[in-house]
């Protein structure tokens, strides 16, 4: 690797001096704590959706893409944990993703970029996962009380108030137990999902293989590169930086441990669930492959208990998740509210924790209620906001950090990345977008049905 400058122009507030820093990213973590805050971020329930995305690829390029995603996300983030490690050995340590930007790239704007989409990013999966355990409690009743009177949004509510239960944990720091349970259910439905799959697979009752894509050409393209903006998206995090300022100092060479950590996880359950899904279901896979297992008509493909302990595990993890990717805006309420010379469970400090804390669940909760079609935008947020900033900013921060040669082999590389996934992110989103508009129709506000 090349050898980086060690002057620069952004010096970090100290941490004795920022609530923000001393109390949410308290620095006190090992290795293995930032291998389950980055797993919890990236191995959650969506891996349920790689079969869709492999619908609209099919094996030889469904197999293709989710291999390059892998390589090129962990190729990112290792990147980007040079540059931070960099800027530490420089004096200047960065613990928050928009000012590394602003720091290494030198630009005002950048750090309003930055959190404009981390925030939109955070806020949206927060969302999506207090919308998807609504749905989980919902499915559980369904099964119990075919003919019961309750909607989405009362399962909607009922997660809110245990979110904001968990929400008052105070430091990223203090997760790392409840990331390390979420580890291993993300490891427990896989492996229960990719179960039910062999069995409805081979059973009597198996649905008809068919793994032919669109019949037309523009069809197929824009499935395509939907595809391609839910496989990025599904590997995106976008809070490196954070989970990284969780290490205890000096933090240099143990992201690449946490890294190496996540990135076994991901092999398991990323490949498990999309070949086993997609083989069952092929061009007939939902967008959540449990739904496909427990369809609206006839019986369920797999053992009930099975796919009710999937559904279970699915729901625990989904508040680790909802709690993982708060932290951010948890961190900006903290340092705008806090005061760092008293102590984190003083009542100058706890009230408005609670009271702020509380109050962004609430919004988060009222928004899943009211738009259960909430993962068509997240497909849009997806396409914009993650492939910035896991696939084009590391490969920028690198570059300009290091400045390796013109002539260099990495610095080609990390520019073809740069292009390459600039398209995709353009095209990706255009997909979702035509997506969106197509399911317009569907929409409904409050609506006790979630829109695939």
């Given at each position: 690797?090349?050898?980086?400058p060690?002057?620069?122009?952004f010096?970090?507030?100290?941490?004795?001096?920022?609530?923000?820093?001393?109390?949410?990213?308290?620095?006190?973590?090992?290795?293995?704590?930032?291998?389950?805050?980055?797993?919890?971020?990236?191995?959650?329930?969506?891996?349920?959706?790689?079969?869709?995305?492999?619908?609209?690829?099919?094996w030889?390029?469904?197999?293709?893409?989710?291999?390059?995603?892998?390589?090129?996300?962990?190729?990112?983030?290792?990147?980007?944990?040079?540059?931070?490690?960099?800027?530490?050995?420089?004096?200047?340590?960065?613990?928050?993703?928009?000012?590394?930007?602003?720091?290494?790239?030198?630009?005002?704007?950048?750090?309003?970029?930055?959190?404009?989409?981390?925030t939109?990013?955070?806020?949206?999966?927060?969302?999506?996962?207090?919308?998807?355990?609504?749905?989980?409690?919902?499915?559980?009743?369904?099964?119990?009380?075919?003919?019961?009177s309750?909607?989405?949004?009362?399962?909607?509510?009922?997660?809110?108030?245990?979110?904001?239960?968990?929400?008052?944990?105070?430091?990223?720091?203090?997760?790392?137990?409840?990331?390390?349970?979420?580890?291993?259910?993300?490891?427990?439905?896989?492996?229960?999902?990719?179960?039910?799959?062999?069995?409805?697979?081979?059973?009597?009752?198996?649905?008809?293989?068919?793994?032919?894509?669109?019949?037309?050409?523009?069809?197929?393209?824009?499935?395509?590169?939907?595809s391609?903006?839910?496989?990025?998206?599904?590997?995106?995090?976008?809070?490196?930086?954070?989970?990284?300022?969780?290490?205890?100092?000096?933090?240099?060479?143990?992201?690449?441990?946490?890294?190496?950590?996540?990135?076994?996880?991901?092999?398991?359950?990323?490949?498990?669930a999309?070949?086993?899904?997609?083989?069952?279901?092929?061009?007939?896979?939902?967008?959540?492959i449990?739904?496909?297992?427990?369809?609206?008509?006839?019986?369920?493909?797999?053992?009930?208990?099975?796919?009710?302990?999937a559904?279970?595990?699915?729901?625990?993890?989904?508040?680790?998740?909802g709690?993982?990717?708060?932290?951010?805006?948890?961190?900006?309420?903290?340092?705008q509210?806090?005061?760092?010379?008293?102590?984190?469970?003083?009542?100058?400090?706890?009230?408005?924790?609670?009271?702020?804390?509380?109050?962004?669940?609430?919004?988060?909760?009222?928004?899943?209620?009211?738009?259960?079609?909430?993962?068509?935008?997240?497909?849009?947020?997806?396409?914009?906001?993650?492939?910035?900033?896991?696939?084009?900013?590391?490969?920028?921060?690198?570059?300009?950090?290091?400045?390796?040669?013109?002539?260099?082999?990495?610095?080609?590389?990390?520019?073809?990345?740069?292009?390459?996934?600039?398209?995709?992110?353009?095209?990706?989103?255009?997909?979702?977008?035509?997506?969106?508009?197509?399911?317009?129709?569907?929409?409904?506000?409050?609506?006790?049905?979630?829109?695939?």
């Amino acid at each position: 690797m090349a050898e980086a400058p060690t002057n620069g122009p952004f010096r970090d507030a100290r941490q004795d001096e920022d609530a923000g820093a001393a109390f949410v990213l308290e620095s006190k973590g090992k290795w293995w704590h930032a291998g389950f805050h980055l797993t919890t971020a990236i191995v959650g329930p969506t891996i349920l959706t790689l079969p869709y995305a492999f619908r609209g690829l099919g094996w030889g390029i469904g197999f293709l893409c989710l291999t390059v995603m892998g390589v090129v996300t962990f190729y990112s983030y290792y990147l980007m944990s040079l540059v931070l490690d960099h800027c530490e050995k420089a004096g200047r340590r960065h613990i928050r993703f928009r000012e590394l930007a602003a720091d290494v790239l030198g630009s005002g704007w950048m750090f309003y970029f930055v959190i404009f989409i981390q925030t939109a990013i955070n806020t949206g999966i927060s969302i999506g996962a207090i919308l998807l355990a609504g749905e989980c409690l919902q499915i559980m009743y369904s099964e119990l009380s075919p003919s019961g009177s309750l909607k989405l949004y009362h399962f909607i509510a009922m997660v809110t108030a245990v979110m904001i239960a968990l929400s008052q944990f105070p430091t990223f720091h203090s997760l790392r137990h409840i990331n390390l349970v979420s580890l291993l259910l993300s490891l427990g439905y896989t492996f229960l999902v990719v179960g039910a799959c062999i069995h409805a697979g081979t059973s009597e009752n198996a649905p008809p293989k068919d793994y032919s894509l669109e019949s037309t050409e523009s069809s197929r393209v824009f499935n395509a590169f939907t595809s391609i903006s839910i496989i990025a998206a599904i590997f995106g995090n976008g809070i490196l930086p954070e989970i990284q300022a969780t290490l205890a100092p000096p933090a240099t060479g143990k992201m690449l441990k946490g890294l190496l950590m996540c990135y076994t996880v991901i092999f398991f359950t990323f490949y498990s669930a999309a070949v086993s899904g997609y083989w069952v279901f092929g061009n007939k896979s939902n967008s959540n492959i449990l739904k496909s297992l427990m369809p609206d008509e006839g019986p369920s493909l797999a053992p009930v208990p099975v796919l009710g302990l999937a559904v279970i595990f699915v729901l625990l993890q989904l508040f680790a998740i909802g709690l993982v990717y708060s932290q951010v805006a948890y961190e900006i309420m903290e340092k705008q509210s806090a005061d760092v010379n008293q102590g984190i469970f003083s009542k100058r400090n706890l009230i408005p924790r609670i009271i702020l804390r509380s109050l962004y669940v609430i919004l988060c909760g009222f928004f899943a209620a009211m738009l259960p079609f909430f993962g068509d935008i997240n497909g849009v947020v997806g396409a914009i906001g993650f492939i910035p900033l896991d696939f084009i900013l590391p490969m920028l921060l690198y570059n300009m950090t290091f400045k390796p040669s013109k002539s260099s082999f990495i610095y080609w590389i990390n520019n073809s990345i740069i292009i390459v996934f600039t398209g995709a992110g353009l095209m990706g989103a255009f997909s979702s977008t035509r997506k969106l508009v197509l399911d317009a129709k569907e929409f409904k506000l409050f609506s006790s049905d979630v829109v695939d």
